[in-house]
């Protein structure tokens, strides 16, 4: 069974950067569709970032294009998610979620009823 482990998380100033790492066990990650969320503190979780494990085509939500950038090491066992630019609007917690059936990535698979496999999230908090 797969398990999904998120590290980097922390209290960073805005503007700072920050990696995230999705380290996962059990199963080769090259199997499945990785994706970030997060959640801010009541608010719905929502899609950060998607990445496919077919041709490594990627989905960004508008509020982080240009700043983030989602990768894979499939021979790590590991997806990452580096921010740049943090801004206080960043504040939540991060997870990682992957699935062996998404096909395609794109705005619409990238949303997290379509994953089931969970990882236990991480904290971000961009303040001055």
């Known amino acids: 069974q797969l398990q999904l482990v998120e590290s980097g998380g922390g209290l960073v100033q805005p503007g700072e950067s920050l990696r995230l790492s999705c380290v996962a066990s059990?199963?080769?990650?090259?199997?499945?569709?990785v994706g970030w969320f997060r959640q801010a503190p009541g608010k719905e979780r929502e899609a950060v970032s998607c990445?496919?494990?077919?041709?490594?085509?990627?989905y960004y939500a508008d509020s982080v294009k240009g700043r983030f950038t989602i990768s894979r090491d499939n021979a790590k066992n590991t997806v990452y998610l580096q921010m740049n630019s943090l801004e206080p609007e960043d504040t939540a917690v991060y997870y990682c979620a992957a699935d062996r059936w998404i096909l395609i990535t794109d705005a619409y698979t990238c949303r997290s009823k379509h994953y089931d496999n969970w990882g236990q999230g991480t904290q971000i908090t961009v303040s001055s």
């Open positions: 059990g199963m080769p990650l090259d199997n499945y569709a």
């Open positions: 990445i496919s494990n077919r041709d490594g085509s990627t």
